[in-house]
């Protein structure tokens, strides 16, 4: 019984340092998706580049001043390169106050900055639109809409990204994943010599 619960907690360390899901590949709502919510363009745009992991990340979105849009509320959960996940965090956006070059008259812009981590392998991200009628949706209902990779990430074993500034040793694991793994290996094995 030991051994199952030893191979147990191996096989489940295994799966978190795997993250599902196809690496590097950034993921959002079609454009009449994002329409269809009363938005017309959510930034940053993850077709356009990779973030960088050691800055802030700028979120904003764009739709017309008629709308019956109050407030903007967005939620971001960070994963890192050790295929962890922090909670998720919402956080109230602000109308840009400042005007924006080529933005017609009619448009709003609301935005929030998201705190990432130097490690972070990609962010997920969605919106929560509150109405005047005092109702509010979810954007998308369920699951996140975006998931966005960082220019340097590790993910299934692999390293990817633009850049080399999260990589601690080529070929290893990255962060406390390594000790994490040795440490469930050394329980395994010390759990299989009681038996």
Not at 16 to 22: K, Y
Not at 132 to 140: A, K, L, M, Q
Request: include cysteine.
């Amino acid at each position: 019984m030991r051994r199952l619960v030893a191979l147990l907690l191996v096989s489940m360390l295994s799966l978190s340092v795997s993250a599902a899901g196809q690496s590097g590949e950034d993921q959002e709502l079609s454009r009449e998706e994002i329409r269809e919510s009363g938005l017309e363009f959510v930034w940053p745009d993850p077709e356009a580049s990779p973030f960088d992991s050691r800055h802030d990340i700028w979120i904003a979105v764009l739709f017309e001043e008629d709308s019956n849009i109050t407030s903007i509320e967005v939620i971001t959960q960070v994963c890192i390169n050790t295929g962890v996940c922090f909670p998720p965090e919402t956080d109230e956006m602000h109308l840009k106050e400042t005007p924006t070059e080529n933005l017609a008259d009619d448009m709003k812009i609301f935005e929030s900055w998201a705190d990432v981590d130097r490690t972070a392998a990609y962010i997920n991200w969605k919106f929560v639109l509150h109405h005047e009628d005092g109702s509010s949706i979810d954007v998308p209902e369920q699951g996140f809409g975006w998931k966005h990779w960082s220019n340097c990430w590790w993910d299934n074993g692999t390293w990817g990204g633009t850049d080399t500034h999260c990589q601690e040793e080529e070929g290893g694991l990255p962060g406390f994943a390594a000790p994490a793994a040795a440490a469930a290996i050394a329980m395994a094995a010390l759990m299989a010599r009681r038996d």
